[in-house]
Structure formats: structure tokens, C-alpha cells
């Protein structure tokens, strides 16, 4: 049966055994060549040669990128997309036992929209409702298969943390301090929200501590009952042993700075802190946690949390030596986040690939992916994007955009079969009015 | 009104009393469903069991004899996922309260009808048991006095596999022979079907504000998760206990466990092809027997690969999508809509072109000329009338493991039968009576127009065995 399913997979993604060369490209991307005309050759959905002199590979397919741009996959370090059935399971404030694994929906118009702006990768968060919320993944846009061929394999999985307003709000519709007492939801102060985040850690350090004991019985040849399995503490167990990353929502430097002591003491690390507004007040003290800063160019004040903040964050947080990338944290944003990376240029003066980093190989970095994407390097995934022109120009246009090698968004095809679309549509549209009863005769009471 | 209804309750007890009287329909085309259609034939009926059948049958010197000139007998209809006979909403209880699981306190049960319970606190977690009452039995809830019964019987439906259908694990489904009047006890065929699991809150409330765990699908999906990590704990914690005692803590009682543990199947909720794939994927995951229901786009090639491959048995809802009512006209729905619209019908024939073993349920749909209705959908659609009545009789009675007992007619099954002048499902059909354990209903003309809420076609029972 298990074959049978493999195989049914197989048939649904497209034939990458075909080798794919693009030629005369200008290529963008992080590495020792920096930009560059040349060709990429793509193998079995693998990046095989990258170069000005590279052999073309007899029978391949070949597609002339003369005038236009290539550069390596958008990657979107924080995003909601692609989730069924609500991103925040508000009710408590540690849902560590969710995961947004379970409710991926692959047939979320947004994630072909994102493949249209250039974005392959994308890393799924629960929403920031509790201090400690549900389990994430990163998806590959691979638009078309089914929930689990989404799921880029070999990332590792994260759990969601949010520090200020929305963790010590959530759940509370008249306020913390005013609410019922039956309904209220602790926390409703800062404090709170630190208290509730040490308190999740000792229950979870006594949790390892009761399996530790149970796996050192068992490695002995002895046979105790296990200790009962509890879905809110694993992921947290995982958090201690290093093997999920925390992705942490905050905006405050204080809070900042709060959630690195939680760390220390817990012995734990924070992976990202997302949004980060206030990121560039304490890069110094990020940098030498060895967190990443997930940021927004130039989206702020929505609310008092997020008022205090610069155009400047991504650049100051890149210069003092965080590993910086911008996000969308919006279906709609998603789809430019090359003109995000671009607004880096102007206010901070990064150069053009430091800009383009900041949407490639940086957040593959901050999602453990960079030894598979994030740059057109050779042996890494072949995630590549065609722009018509500079990809940091709010006038281009994504062309084309392969995962794994596979092309899964080609604006041709797209456009010229709108048509045919619209011709279904009108004939089902047809189809319906024809079998409507006749406006006469029905008539309001 | 009420003296009557007693009146006629009583009134039928007697007409159950006369069991071992036999009955006899000659000379009527019988569709056996099990084998071929005897063109003209005859079935016995004895103690509420076929005695007989086949075209030339010695017809007992006591039994009453009806013409079956002109006349079609069918086995009766079997609903397959159903609340026909079940308490309304508001009789439930026991939906918001904790579910009795560790250190939770358990108020009201859901046997406390009506019970407007004061709201319980919010759930705080899977520990809270919340929207679960795993241990009820549909059994033992019945309402004989829901007039669905009557109404269902009124369209040919002598069988329905109901389910409570409120909460996580909303409780146990029971198989039930549609009788009026009976004590609820001798309606009942199977008392439990297995475990109903939705993952939507009890009542609809919920939401990520006060409501309490879980808001989210996500959190309905862990919460399930869990309990089956629970369920394997305690049965292990349990077992450990029973074996040696001395020097151990007593595990503690979680009836939430219980119900779910003595379920020997589950019911998931999958509409989409993205749910099919993702419920099977956690049925697999909780090692747990499956059934899944609604199968909207069933008629998806995804759908009908994933279902293939788990060698998946479904239940079709005949509520077919359809254009909101009163919808400005102007309006325009999104092509994907009007997709599953044009295609939902589909599912059925789909699904048997492609040897996915399914049945049809009602979901919600009572009154006896909308059943018809929808059922003819499916048929419009591609189904052969002859799959259209397997998945309305065999069908369900081989996917809840009693095709011994029900779902064709065959010599020494239930005497649950359904006898029409014009093939059954048509709009011009009329039917002549309907068989239950078999005793005798005839159904009142339909009231002019089908009333909402299934009051409009009530069956009288006519005194059952003629003396």
C-alpha cells in the first residue's frame, strides 16, 4: 500500500530527470561571484553547474534568459499561508501541542501568488495569540501537490513564541484585569507572559527529566511503564534538546532582552526573533545570543508596541552581525518581497546582494536550510526565479520559477490560458441561470 | 394531541404483539438486492423475519395475503449516518461540560434532557475532556417520539445507523430499526457502531475568545491526538494495575478513555480532497479502523487515488451544495464553487466506477420528498439505480458488519422491507407501506407542500397485522 502511495506521488510531480540550462542570465546571488552573466545547468532538481563558462549538457532544455534575471528562490521567514481552520489556537497560553503540520491546506490560492512573486520557501507560523504557541514548518511553494509534498523536507521544525500585547490579550476580550474570572486568561501583564514561559520550561524540564529516567531503564534492559506522552510538552522537550527552533514574536527591546535571560537560564536558544522592531536597540545582544532578526522594511506603528522603529533595523541588525532577513507576515506582502529587500538599499546602504540576502540566503539560514537553498550554487536545490528585469526594480516581473527543478509558475502559460478559464466559468455561470426558475411567480410575502 | 398520541402508541404495542402472525406478498416483482430481481414472486414474513422468499414459495395457511400485482418490494433503506430519533440540540446536556477526565469535575450528563447547565469553565486543555462525551450510546438516548421517524419511514427508510454528533467525540452510534411506539430497546440492532468524531466545537461556539480549548482545527486535531496517546496510556497503566496492585498507585477512572477505548471504530469528517487526504493520514496515524463522512469532492481524482490506496470506506452526504438562497442574482460565486455545485453529485457514481466502498446518508434532510429528491440527484448523475439502492441497503449494512442480519432480502434476515407501485426513487413513486421487524406502516399522504423540519409526512400505523 505504502508503495502504491509513493508511486501515486511520483506520477503527480512533474518529470525532473530532464536537465534544464539557462543561459546568458544575469545571475544574482549570494557566493564568491556575486552578479554575473552566465548559465546554470539543473539536474534531477539539483543546481549542477553555475558559471560564464559552463558546458551545456547534450539533449537539455534550453531556455535563453538573455536580458533577464535569475536569482535564487524568495525565502519568507514568517508567513500564515497555506492553513486551514485559523492559525492561533487562542484559547490557552501554551498550545505547543498544535501543529500547523496537521492543517496545511495546499490549495490556498496564496501560495501560487507567492510563487508569482518569487517565493519558493516559506516558514509556517501558528499566530502569536499565546506566550508559547504551535509547532511550525517550512513549506516549498510546490503548488499543485498535496500536503505533504509541500513539506520541504529536511528543514527543521520550529514552535511559535509571542512576547507583548497579543499573549497577554489574547483570549481576554474585556482585558486581562477586567475580564470574568472564568474567562479571563492568564497572563495579562509582560510579566505574566515571562512567568507563563518559565513555568511551560520547568514543566517541561521535569517532563525530560521522566523520560531521560524511563530511556535510561530501558537502554538497561529493564521494563517500566513509560511516562504518559504529552503532546504540549514534547515540542518543548525538543526546544531543550536543540532540536526545534524557537521563532519568537516581540517587537520590545526590554522584552528582548527578557526572552535571551529565559533562554540562558533554561539553556535554550532563541533561533529568530520576528519582527523585532525594537531589533536594532539590542542587535548587539541578539548577535551574541546567535539569534537571527526576521524584520518588516518599513511596516510599523499599527500599534503602541510597534512604534519605536527605523527603516534602518534590517541594516543596523545586519551591520553589528545578526543574521537579518525581512518577512512578509502577510499573504499579500509575500508576493514582493524582492522590492522589501530592495527598500534596505536606500535606507542603510546595503549593497545589492547584502539587499538581496536578506530574502534568500538569510532566511534560509535562520530556517537551517542554507545548505540546500538560498543561494544558485552548485549541489543545492534547484529554486531558481526569472525576473525581466532587476529583481530589486519595483517594475519587474517574475517570469518563470522552478522548485527542485521543477517549473511550477511560468507567466506565459498563465496568462495565456486565462481564457480558457474564463470560458468554464461562463458555462457553468450559463449552465446555472438556464436552471433558474423564472423570476415570476416568486414573489416576497 | 397528546391523548392521541398515546392512543397510538398503545394502539401499535398491540400490533407488535401479533409477531408470529405471517404475512405473505405474492405476485409482486421483489429486488432482493443480494441476487437477481424475482420478476414475480413471493415474501413471507414471520416474527419479524423474512421466512421466505423466491418465485414459487409455499405460502403458510395463516398468513394474510396481499396482492402484490403491480407491486415492487425492496429491502428497506438503511440511512447510513444519521440523527433520526436523537435528542435536538438542547436536549444534550452534557456538550460544554468537562468530560470527566482527570481531576475534572463532572456536571451535568448528558441523560439530563433540556439541561441548560450553568456554562462550565472554559477548557484549559486535553486534560479538560472538553465537547466529549464518549461513553454515550445513540441507544440509549433515543427519542421514540421524534416524528422523523415517521417521516423517514414515510420516504422508505426502515433502518438508520444514528449517531450523537455534538462534540469531539460526540459519542457512540447505535444501529436502529425505525419503530413507532416501541420501547426504544427493541428498535435497537447494534448499541454500539463506534466512536463519532468531528472537529468542530459542540454547538458551534468556540472561536479563539473565551471559548476555551480547543479554538482552532489545529487544536481539535491535537486534542484528538491526544486522547488516543491517553487511551493507550491508560490501558497500559491499567493493565499493569490489575496485574499486581500491591505497592502501585491506582490509575484513575476517565470514562473520556473508556468511551473512546470501547469504540472499535471511528467516524472522521472529510469534505475536501485536502481533508480526505489529511483524515486518512490521521487515521492511519491513531492506528484506529475508519469511516469517513461528507466526501463533498469525493468525486476529485485526488480523492478517489487517496481513498483507493487506503482502501477507504466512505459515507456520501445527499445534502448536495447548493446556490444560497435568496442570493442577490447579480452575484457572482467563485468558479470553484460552482464546480463542486455541478460536480458533488457526481461522487456516488464516482466513487462506484471506482470500487470505493460507500454508502448515502440523509445529513439532516427529513422530509420524505427532499430524500427522494437528493437521492435522484445521484442518480441524475451518473449512478445506476441499482448502486443507488445498494448504497441505500447492502451497502450500509456491510460497512457496519450486519449484512448477515439486514440490508437485502434473503431467507432469515429482519422483515425490514419496503413495497412501492413505480420503481423506487422515482418523483411519481408512490409507497404502499413499509415493513419494520414486520409490523405494517402505511404512509399518509404527503402534505401539500414538504414542510420544513420533517413534520409534514406522517405515517399512520394502520393496525399492523390484519387478524
Given at each position: 500500500m505504502k508503495h502504491a502511495f509513493l508511486a501515486g506521488l511520483i506520477a503527480l510531480v512533474p518529470l525532473s530527470a530532464e536537465v534544464t540550462v539557462i543561459q546568458n542570465a544575469t545571475i544574482m546571488s549570494e557566493g564568491a561571484k556575486g552578479t554575473f552573466k552566465g548559465t546554470i545547468v539543473v539536474e534531477n532538481g539539483k543546481i549542477t553547474a553555475v558559471g560564464d563558462n559552463v558546458m551545456v549538457p547534450a539533449g537539455a532544455t534550453v531556455i535563453d534568459a538573455a536580458g533577464q534575471y535569475v536569482i535564487p528562490g524568495i525565502i519568507d521567514c514568517h508567513s500564515h499561508i497555506a492553513v486551514d481552520g485559523g492559525v492561533n489556537e487562542g484559547s490557552v497560553s501554551v498550545s505547543s501541542m498544535v501543529n500547523i503540520r496537521d492543517v496545511i491546506n495546499p490549495e490556498d490560492i496564496a501560495i501560487y501568488r507567492a510563487l508569482a512573486g518569487g517565493v519558493t520557501s516559506a516558514n509556517i507560523l501558528h499566530g502569536s495569540a499565546n506566550a508559547i504557541g504551535g509547532q511550525t514548518l517550512v513549506l516549498k511553494m510546490r503548488w499543485g501537490q498535496d500536503a505533504e509534498g509541500m513539506i520541504f523536507q529536511g528543514a527543521t521544525p520550529g514552535i511559535k513564541f509571542a512576547l507583548g500585547e497579543n499573549p497577554k490579550r489574547a483570549g481576554n476580550p474585556q482585558g486581562g484585569r477586567g475580564a470574568a474570572a472564568t474567562n479571563a486568561r492568564y497572563p495579562a501583564t509582560r510579566m505574566g507572559v515571562e512567568d507563563v514561559i518559565r513555568e511551560a520550561f520547568n514543566e517541561a524540564k521535569q517532563y525530560k527529566a521522566e523520560w531521560d529516567a524511563y530511556d535510561a531503564q530501558v537502554a538497561k534492559g529493564e521494563h517500566p511503564l513509560p511516562p504518559r506522552k504529552d503532546l504540549k510538552l514534547e515540542p518543548l522537550k525538543e526546544v531543550l534538546e536543540g532540536k526545534r527552533f524557537v521563532h519568537a514574536h516581540c517587537y520590545r527591546s526590554d522584552e528582548i532582552l527578557m526572552l535571551i535571560r529565559v533562554a540562558d537560564d533554561y539553556g535554550f536558544k532563541i533561533k529568530t526573533f520576528q519582527h523585532?522592531?525594537?531589533g536594532y536597540m539590542v542587535a548587539k545582544e541578539i548577535a551574541a545570543h546567535g539569534a537571527g532578526g526576521s524584520t518588516f522594511s518599513d511596516w510599523w506603528a499599527y500599534k503602541m508596541e510597534a512604534i519605536d522603529a527605523i527603516p534602518y533595523n534590517a541594516a543596523v541588525m545586519t551591520k553589528k552581525g545578526v543574521v537579518s532577513s525581512l518577512n512578509s507576515d502577510d499573504a499579500e506582502l509575500m508576493r514582493r518581497l524582492n522590492t522589501e529587500a530592495a527598500k534596505a538599499m536606500k535606507y542603510g546602504g546595503l549593497t545589492r546582494e547584502e539587499a538581496l540576502a536578506l530574502v534568500t540566503i538569510n532566511p534560509a539560514k535562520q530556517l537551517g536550510v542554507d545548505n540546500k537553498v538560498g543561494s544558485i550554487e552548485v549541489g543545492k536545490d534547484a529554486d531558481i526565479v526569472i525576473y525581466d528585469?532587476?529583481?530589486?526594480?519595483?517594475y519587474a516581473k517574475v517570469q518563470k520559477v522552478w522548485i527542485d527543478g521543477n517549473k511550477y509558475f511560468d507567466r506565459d502559460s498563465d496568462v495565456s490560458g486565462r481564457p480558457l478559464k474564463e470560458l468554464e466559468k461562463k458555462k457553468l455561470t450559463d449552465k446555472e441561470k438556464a436552471a433558474m426558475p423564472a423570476p415570476n411567480g416568486r414573489r416576497p410575502q | 394531541m397528546r391523548n392521541l398520541l398515546s392512543a397510538l402508541l398503545v394502539f401499535c404495542g398491540c400490533a407488535a404483539a401479533a409477531d408470529n402472525v405471517a404475512i405473505a406478498i405474492r405476485n409482486a416483482k421483489i429486488v432482493t438486492v443480494s441476487g437477481s430481481v424475482i420478476n414475480k414472486g413471493t415474501v413471507v414474513v414471520r416474527n419479524g423475519l423474512i421466512q421466505d422468499v423466491g418465485e414459487s414459495v409455499t405460502i403458510p395457511g395463516d398468513a394474510v395475503v396481499i396482492d402484490g400485482e403491480g407491486l415492487t418490494v425492496y429491502p428497506g433503506l438503511v440511512d447510513a449516518l444519521s440523527t433520526w430519533g436523537m435528542p435536538g440540540p438542547a436536549a444534550t446536556g452534557g456538550t460544554a461540560a468537562r468530560g470527566g477526565g482527570r481531576g475534572a469535575a463532572a456536571p451535568g450528563t448528558t441523560q439530563t434532557p433540556a439541561a441548560a447547565a450553568p456554562a462550565a469553565p472554559p477548557a484549559r486543555g486535553p486534560e479538560d475532556r472538553p465537547s466529549t462525551t464518549s461513553w454515550i450510546k445513540a441507544a440509549d438516548e433515543i427519542q421514540t417520539s421524534d416524528k422523523r421517524i415517521e417521516s423517514a419511514r414515510s420516504a422508505g427508510f426502515t433502518t438508520a445507523a444514528v449517531w450523537p454528533t455534538r462534540g469531539f467525540f460526540a459519542g457512540q452510534g447505535s444501529l436502529i430499526d425505525l419503530l413507532t411506539g416501541e420501547k426504544a430497546g427493541e428498535m435497537v440492532l447494534v448499541p454500539s457502531l463506534g466512536q463519532y468524531i468531528s472537529l468542530t466545537r459542540a454547538g458551534g461556539g468556540g472561536g479563539g475568545m473565551g471559548g476555551g480549548f480547543p479554538s482552532a482545527l489545529m487544536g481539535a486535531i491535537a486534542y484528538v491526538r491526544q486522547i488516543y496517546l491517553d487511551a493507550d496510556h491508560y490501558q497500559m497503566v491499567k493493565a499493569a494495575y490489575e496485574k499486581n496492585p500491591r505497592g502501585m498507585q491506582r490509575p484513575e477512572y476517565d470514562r473520556a478513555l473508556e468511551g473512546v477505548i470501547e469504540s472499535k471504530r471511528i467516524l472522521l469528517p472529510a469534505n475536501r480532497w485536502v481533508e480526505i487526504d489529511r483524515m486518512i493520514h490521521f487515521a492511519a496515524e491513531l492506528k484506529q479502523p475508519a469511516i469517513y463522512y461528507g466526501l463533498r469532492e469525493g468525486f476529485e481524482d485526488r480523492s478517489v487515488k487517496y481513498l483507493k490506496d487506503a482502501n477507504a470506506t466512505v459515507l456520501v452526504s445527499l445534502k448536495w451544495p447548493e446556490k444560497a438562497r435568496d442570493q442577490d442574482p447579480e452575484a457572482e460565486d467563485p468558479y470553484r464553487q460552482m464546480v463542486l455545485r455541478e460536480k458533488a453529485p457526481t461522487t456516488p457514481a464516482v466513487l462506484k466506477k471506482n470500487g470505493i466502498k460507500f454508502a448515502l446518508y440523509s445529513d439532516g434532510i427529513d422530509a420524505p420528498r427532499d430524500l427522494q429528491r437528493a437521492i435522484k440527484k445521484a442518480i441524475d448523475n451518473g449512478l445506476s439505480r441499482e448502486d443507488a439502492l445498494r448504497a441505500l441497503t447492502l451497502s450500509p449494512a456491510e460497512i457496519y458488519g450486519v449484512q448477515d442480519r439486514l440490508g437485502s432480502i434473503e431467507k432469515g434476515k429482519i422483515a425490514n422491507l419496503v413495497v412501492t407501485k413505480g420503481e423506487i426513487f422515482d418523483d411519481r413513486t408512490k409507497i404502499e407501506f413499509v415493513l419494520v421487524d414486520g409490523n405494517k406502516y402505511i404512509p399518509a399522504p404527503e402534505a401539500a407542500p414538504a414542510g420544513r423540519g420533517g413534520g409534514g409526512a406522517a405515517t399512520t400505523p394502520n393496525s399492523g397485522v390484519k387478524k
Open positions: 523585532v522592531l525594537e528585469k532587476d529583481p530589486l526594480s519595483n | -
